[in-house]
Structures are given as structure tokens and as C-alpha cells.
């Protein structure tokens, strides 16, 4: 079975909690003959607060795809004061890579595109270093090197945010990219860049985690993946995994480990991410 | 806040997977004037089978408590070719508990109990020996002997299946009870009875697992909770955890490592069943 | 088996790197006909300091017990700038026990206690608060109860000190004692005192770290037991867990959670200290 | 720091357990002017039977390379009736990888290999199918096709042993080769060839396990790396993981999530087989 195949369609809701509102949407597909696959809502209690994701089938779904926007907003949407995103599985996102000199997390992603594990396109791949080209060249994706200093990262940074419009680039991954963007940068992008942290947040924020993990003379270490926001380090967590180390394992074993779990956990999101499943809110996610 | 004020109702089901379904309950509940404070569906796509659990507040709700049961049959339920159970959060479920000698579970789980972790009520522990009947005689719960030999275990488990149904149980915990109950016990408490086996299942199965363990050199124990069928070990799995192990750890390490993930399965299994939370369907379970 | 039977001899060591340590303490103890049941010895290489662990038979060892202190420190230690300490496994370790209101940990600890999983003794509980006394009384412990106040703090924990003297304590454990220890207190046992801290530190240090967590947003939740120094929430790690958890968890179920890693992390805190496994070094510790 | 300037030395002994070994090991090093940069012993009680893992340095050791063999032998070794193999950390292993259709093992291998996190030379790939080619094309890896049936298996794996003597291959990895081994191919190769086996062994052996685990309705899948054996997948495990599932987990969802652990077991393993860190024994392995 191959998920190419599947025509559904993916709406990701929130609102303030009311009654009925589960009602109003099932009622909704159902008049409209759209065969629910997967529906789940979560109310944060704490501020009263409605999310959902619901999953149907459209074939044989009575409202034209390119109508289901206008007709979910008039009849639904509007009406419980509601922000929601409209996706097709049918549309293969599209996905950029920014790399700098580390490999690992780079190779997993491409493994995994390249098996058909993923549905999505990478268009491009951008590095603020050469030294990740060979790779992106063996797998024939286009390669852009923006080396950045101080003075020219404005510049250099606008001309990115003018790459990625030109390719229609649905979301950003930072796979080990070892440069903070600009808050211009981030701000084009809202919840659309993915990071992958090396440490367990919010423990070890900023530069050089594994180094001062084995100062602090932890006995677990960590990766998280999250949202980039203006706060560094500071945006809604997607995934995190821990695994155990020991006095024994000196900072370069911490990295070595450490890398099993930053693949993992960027890949991880990546394909949440890829199924319409993560909604940020506030500094959290609700992850479907 | 305390759990003891919620008054829900929850209604726990399943069928063969039909459109509609979804709409016809959320329905249901907005037309009575039901909030729905959690709804979770799932569809076992391989048997075209449909599972929900569905939770809603009492307040304000158009029919009778006990009135639901007819209302939702004739209503929803036949309609639709369910099965299913009605459970109210305002009822504390009645469990016993069965035990041996060992008394990790047991303390476990009355810490529980006594701290207000949990909303339930223990009418009576069951020891196959009196090794710890001082355990129940410090928290004042009765405790009753019942001696089983190969001769006298029949008339001993219609006694205890008596004693069950006098203090009117909801269900049993086997808190690593040592003896096997015969069929006719199971069959009288159908996925009502939970065990606590001490390996990964289906590794494993029956006696001393963890000397088995060692001598097949295995890098990882762990612990199963299930529900007790016919077939011994082989019944719908609840909770597994597993841990790390290395050729340092004896079998006794093994064990003392073991009763960890013990006491933590076990009593993750009762929190879940306590919360109506598990829907055991063939032999499988969907853990909501 | 039982461990009580064990009749060893335990060196904790460390001192300055040099060559032919191991040697000098291997033929040290087979000249004098001592059968070493275990040896562990690690470099830290980026301070160049040398740690290990021996235990030994005591059986047929020629040097007398009261005299093995003297002449190890003749003919091995000075020379090699070691500090050291000596255990006997025929000396049951003496625990103080510091509880608040919350059982999880003292109940825990109390049934490894009851069923012999542990070598020790408990000469003592310690509360800030009456509400635990009662579980003391069941388990036949003596409990003290020291309420504290800002202004009486220094002649309370003057007592406190005095009593845990009285009894020959070899070290204590918080076992959730939500009070701060004075550094007056803290350096009358330095690193004796074991504490559980409710996060994976280095993250959510202080009060409150489940709230922390929560409004955080992350995806795991940790515990962390560690000796008590002056820097609150900053001394040397011994255990660390972690576990899963999601947007659907509220605070109330990370506390629930999180105290499953809590009971856990001490456990095993204090199962390694029994063993006289833990050998704290400046803000890290080796994990024999 | 780069590992390939170590200039060490390993020790991989084994011996029934006898007073004095320790001594007689460390005496040896410390005469000859030996830097024991890591030594590590265990001793299993139930067999008697004791392990050792020692690393020096040989910078200034007063036995030549190619003597020390002959010296340990005569000196140590045979006196104590030990079973030894001798490492240099200058030699770089030679590694052999077995594919057939799916490529995440490989990958991960691969990269590692590129991005100089082992040391490790890999002479030669070889597949029963031609799928992965391309890829051992991309590294620039020699790529052997050995289409396999039953009347050709002989034939063929004669030749395939033939080539890795030819390339003096020191050990074998099966990343993900679905294709078993006969017992004359793995006699050729004791405890030199390593196998990843998707699911927590003993359970689930034999042809897909991810089905079986599915069927089941188990809560943790798993993944274990081992040495192949005459006896399917009972050979000694080396290392182990799982990671937790659901209901909601499909087949597929088990072999994506399981592809993950299979990368992070495999790749473990053979970066403990590099550091010489593995001694098998009976059915079981030492891991140091």
C-alpha cells in the first residue's frame, strides 16, 4: 500500500472551547458525504481552548476541493470564531534544507526521501558553508551556498527569503545549521522552520550543549526539535528523546551519541510535520 | 482539583466502521445538551472495525442517568450494531487484588490508594499464602486465605468467584499472584482480570522469565500487563515497559531491576482501566 | 543468595594519574592473599585523574580488618596521593529518612526496606510536617517531628544534626522534604545527603518544575536524585531518568507521572549508595 | 582530538576465574613500561569463568609489536590457560556490508564511514539483489552481485567467501540481508559476522516480525543486533533497543518506526566490534 494513492483531505482547527462544535463538524462532512478516516480534538483546559484534526476521504465528497475553503469558513468555521489551516495529501510539500558542515542529520533526511518513506519534495538545499555540496550533488538536489558574515547576512538572508518564495517552499528544516536567523528571517516564516536543538530544552539554550552537559555531569542527554521563533531556543517543541550516558563517556562521546538522537528527532518532526499533525499554539504544540 | 467532583458519563464502543458514526454520536450528545470533554475514535483499517470512547459532563444533560443505557441502544447503539459499555466517573470501581508472597506490586499499588492517587475502592485482598496479610491488616483491608492445591482448587476459586461477587468487584488484579486460575475462573470475569507477567511478552512466556533471560543473554528486560484469557501469557496486552540490562547484571539484578518496571506496568494498567480508558477487542487492545 | 552473607572489603579511590596504580593495588591485595571479586577504574583524561573501586574477599586476607586502613595508607595511598575511603559490606550502612506530606518516596523506600531488597538500616524519620507519621508508626520507626520556620530553623536543624549523630547515621535522604537545607546543615554531611529533584536537571531548577514543564510545552518530563551542596538544585547527579509525555498531559498528570521517575531515581540513588558505587568528584560523580 | 593518533594496544581475554589474574596482568604492563589506558573485568560467578578488556598505550612499551603476542603467551596467557585476542588501534578493521532491497542501514553505515565517526575501512559491498548498486556507486565502494537461489547457494557463497578472504575482511555486517546464511558460510566466520534482527529477540524470530508484533498487539517493538550463529537468529546478542507503539500504529507504521531502531542497533554494534569492545562467550556476549 503506498500513501501516494491516498485523496484526502486534512483540516487542523482551533477556536475557543463551545459546545457543539464536534457536532458541527462531523455533521458538516457527513451531509457533505465525506467519509471521516481519522478525528481528534484536545481541549487545554487551563485556557479553555478547542484543537482539532479531522481527516476525510474526498472521494465521492460532495464540495469541490478548491470550495471547501469558502464553504467550511461560511458554514463552520466563522461562525465558532475559528483559525484553521486546509491541507491535501495529494499536494506533496515542499521541503528546504539548511545545512552547514555536519552531515548526519542531512544523510537520515535523504535516505528517508529517497526510499519513498516520505512524501515530499526538496527543491533546494542551502549552505552557509561549501562543505555538504558533494552530498547534495550525488543526489542531484540543487545546492546554494550563502556564506554569511556580520555585514552581509541582511543581504545574504534576503536573497534566501527570495529563493524560497521563488520555489514555493511549504516549510524550512534547519538540519544542524549552525547560524541564527534573523528575526526578518523568522517572521517570513512563521512556524514554518523546523530546528534541531542538541540538548533537552530547555536545559543547555545556546552554543555547545554536549560541552556543557559534561560540565553540569548529567546522566541522560538530549535532542529536541521545535519551531523557530524570535527567542533562541525558545520556540514550541515538536519532539524530544533522551538517552543515557555515563561518566565514562567523554564530550566526544556525548556528540557521537548525541547525533543517534538529533537524526531521530528532526526526522521525527519532519514527518509529523509531513502528515499535518502538529499544530503550534502560544509557545506549545499540540502534536496529533 | 480533585478528580472526586467530575460527573461524567463515558460510553466506550465499538462496530463494524460505517460513515456517519462520529456525526450520530456528537449528535446525540449536542441535541441532549451534552459538552463533550473527550472524544477518541480509531479504525483497525486491516478488520474495517470501529472503536470510541467518548466523555461527556452530566450536568445539564436532557436524559436521565439511568435512562442513557435505553436512550443510547434504541437511539445509537442498535441502529449502528454496536457493543459497548456506559460508565460514570461518579461510580469508584470496586477491585480486588490477588497475591503471594512478594510485596512490591501490592505496596505499590495501596500507595496509591491511600495517597488519593487513584479513585477507587478495594473491598478485599486474596493471598494464596498469608505471607503478606500483614500488609493488608496495616491498611485495614480485609484479607482472606484461600490455600490452593491441584485437589482443592476448584472449590477454592468458587469460593473466591463468590466472594468476588458478593463484594460486588468490578475487577481483579493479579499482583504477581503465583498460581495459574483455571478457565472457568477467567471465563467467569471476562477481560476483567489483570495480570502482571514479568518479561516482554511474547518472550518469555511462563515460569522465571528473568533466569531465562539470562541464559539467552538478552540486553533488555521488561514487563507486560494483560488481560487474563484461556491461554496462559497469550491474553490483550495492557502496558509494557522495558529497561537495559548488561552481562554485568546476575539473575538477581535481573530481578531487583525487574520489579521496577513491575510495580510501574502494573499499576499504569489499573490507572487505565480505572479512567475506562482500554478497550480490549480479540486479542488486542485499544489503549484510548 | 542473600548478600548478607558477603563478607568484602570496598575501596573507593582517587588520586592524580599516574602509571602502575592498578598494579600497586592489585599485588597489594594478592600478596596478602586478598581474592578480588571486582575491579572498575576510570580515567577522567581532561584533569588527568585517576578513580577506582575494588572489592575484595575478606576471607584468608592477611591483614586484620582494624588494621587494613592503616597499612593501605603506608604502603599504597600516601604514595600515590590517594584519598580514600573503606567500606565493610559486613556493616549495614544507617539511613535518615526526611519526609514532608507526599508518601510516594517513603513508601517506596520503606518496602525495599521491609522485603530485604536492601542492606541497611533506618534508625529514623524526619518530617517538617505530622502527616506521615502514621506510616512510620506501621513500619515501627521512630519519627521526629521538626516543624521549621524561618526564625527557628538554625535551632532546629542544630537538633536535627545533633540527633542524626546520636544515631550514627551514615547519610540522609530527602525523600521529597520540601524545606531547604541550611549550608550549615549541608556541611555537616557533605555528600552524604541524597536529594530527588523533580525535573531532568539542569532544567527547571527550584519550585514548582512539573508547572515549569508544563507551560514550557516539552515532550519529557525528568527526575534527578543528586548529593545536596550549597548551590541549591546544583550538586553532583547521581541518577537521572526520564519519560514521555504529551500535549494531552495537564500538570496534575505530569505530577502523576513524574512521580513514578521520583520513586525510581531515589531508589536506585540509594540502592548504589548501599553498594558504595557512587564516588562524587568536584560537580560530577562516578557511577561505579 | 582524532582517535587515529591513539597508538594503543587491546586485550580481549577470557579464563576460568583464579586469584591473581589482575595482578599478574597489571605487573606485566607496569615492567614492560605499559600506560593502561583502560582496564575492564568481570567475573561470571554462576560459571566461574572470568572476562578482560585491557587497553595500554604503546608509546614507550618495552616489548616490540610483533613480539608481544609470544610474550603474553609465554609469560601470562598460557599459565592461566586464558583464551586471547591481541588488537592494535593503529589497524583499521575491514568491513564487509551484505545488502539486498532497503537502503536505511546502508546509510547510516555509509555516513558514518564518510564522515570519519569510525574508523573503519569498507573494501567491498555485497547484495543479492542489484537495488543498492547505486548507492555503493555514489560512495564509490566496490558492489558485488550475488543473485542467490537455492541450487546456486553453494556456488555462490564459496565465491563470496573467497573475495572477503581476498580482501582480508575482518568482519562481516548483514544490513538488513535477506538472505540466511549457511552453516558453512558462518563456520567460516565465527562470531565475525553481525546481523540486525528487526524485533526484541527471543521474541518474534524467524520472517516478519513486524507483522507478528502487529497480530499480537504488543506495546514496544524492538531491535537486536547479534552474532550470526548455525542456530537462527540465536546467536549472542550484542545490543538491544525498543521504542514504544500503539493501536494507532499500523504495520507500516511499525516497520518506519522500527527502521530506526534497526539503524541506532546495527550501527552500535559495529562501533563497539571496532573498539574491540564485544567478547562473545557460550551464547551470550561481555560487552566492556
Avoid at 548525541?258 to 499540540?286: D, F
Wanted: glycine share 4%.
Amino acid at each position: 500500500m503506498s500513501s501516494t494513492k491516498k485523496n484526502t483531505a486534512i483540516l487542523l482547527i482551533h477556536c475557543p472551547d463551545q459546545k457543539g462544535i464536534v457536532a458541527a463538524i462531523s455533521d458538516f462532512l457527513l451531509k457533505n458525504n465525506g467519509n471521516v478516516i481519522d478525528i481528534e480534538q484536545h481541549v487545554e483546559t487551563d485556557i479553555n481552548h478547542f484543537f482539532m484534526r479531522v481527516e476525510w476521504d474526498l472521494v465521492g465528497f460532495a464540495i469541490p476541493k478548491d470550495k471547501i475553503e469558502e464553504y467550511f469558513a461560511t458554514l463552520i468555521g466563522n461562525k465558532y470564531s475559528m483559525q484553521w489551516q486546509l491541507k491535501f495529501s495529494s499536494k506533496k510539500p515542499k521541503m528546504a534544507l539548511f545545512v552547514s558542515k555536519m552531515s548526519h542529520c542531512l544523510y537520515d533526511i535523504l535516505q528517508r526521501y529517497m526510499s519513498g518513506e516520505w512524501e515530499v519534495e526538496i527543491p533546494l538545499i542551502i549552505g552557509n558553508h561549501e562543505n555538504l555540496k558533494y552530498i547534495a550533488d550525488r543526489f542531484e538536489i540543487p545546492f546554494y551556498h550563502f556564506p554569511i558574515t556580520k555585514a552581509t547576512k541582511p543581504e545574504q538572508e534576503a536573497k534566501e527569503i527570495a529563493l524560497l518564495r521563488e520555489h514555493e517552499v511549504d516549510f524550512v528544516v534547519l538540519a544542524r545549521y549552525m547560524q541564527i536567523l534573523s528575526d526578518d528571517f523568522v517572521n517570513a516564516f512563521p512556524n514554518q522552520v523546523i530546528n534541531i536543538h542538541h540538548s533537552f530544552l530547555p536545559a543547555f539554550i545556546g552554543a555547545k550543549p554536549y560541552h556543557a552537559a559534561h560540565k553540569r555531569g548529567v546522566k541522560i542527554i538530549g535532542a529536541t526539535s521545535h519551531y523557530v521563533t524570535a527567542d533562541l531556543d525558545e520556540g514550541p517543541i515538536i519532539v524530544q528523546h533522551t538517552n543515557s550516558v555515563s561518566h565514562k563517556d567523554s564530550i566526544k562521546d556525548l556528540i557521537r551519541k548525541g547525533k543517534n538522537l538529533e537524526k531521530m528527532v528532526l526526522s521525527e518532526a519532519i514527518y509529523l510535520q509531513l502528515q499535518h499533525k502538529v499544530l503550534p499554539h502560544n509557545n506549545r504544540t499540540i502534536v496529533f
